[in-house]
């Protein structure tokens, strides 16, 4: 399975921006896909959970920090995670990975995803 991300970029505080992530490879190792997700790492900190969505779209799960101003959302049928995030702060900057599992025992812990996109950078200026 590959994950290729795409969709970020440069912008000020309060606007949105909106991340997408597509899977692509054998149709068995996509159909096995529950949970896909994002995290994100700022320079210097380590990798932390953004937020994530099983096959069926409910629940969904976020970081405290990101709560209320990020959605995530899923589009089966095009194999598709979606990040949409409002009221973009300064501390949002990050390079954000999408990630995908099957079942798992922790959607919060990155350990629990063995396929990994190649990262997109948000730069939110004050």
């Known amino acids: 399975v590959q994950l290729q991300a795409c969709g970020g970029g440069s912008v000020q505080v309060g606007d949105s921006l909106r991340l997408s992530c597509t899977a692509s490879?054998?149709?068995?190792?996509?159909?096995?896909?529950?949970?896909m997700a994002w995290f994100r790492q700022s320079s210097g900190k380590e990798r932390e959970f953004v937020a994530a969505?099983?096959?069926?779209?409910?629940?969904?799960y976020y970081a405290d920090s990101v709560r209320g101003r990020f959605t995530i959302s899923r589009d089966n049928t095009r194999n598709t995670a979606s990040l949409q995030m409002n009221s973009l702060k300064p501390e949002d900057t990050a390079v954000y990975y999408c990630?995908?599992?099957?079942?798992?025992?922790?959607?919060?812990?990155?350990?629990?995803?063995?396929?990994w996109g190649q990262g997109t950078l948000v730069t939110v200026s004050s």
């Open positions: 990630a995908a599992a099957g079942d798992l025992r922790n959607q919060y812990s990155g350990d629990s995803y063995p396929y």
């Open positions: 490879g054998r149709a068995a190792g996509i159909n096995a896909i529950y949970f």
């Open positions: 969505i099983n096959w069926r779209g409910s629940p969904r």
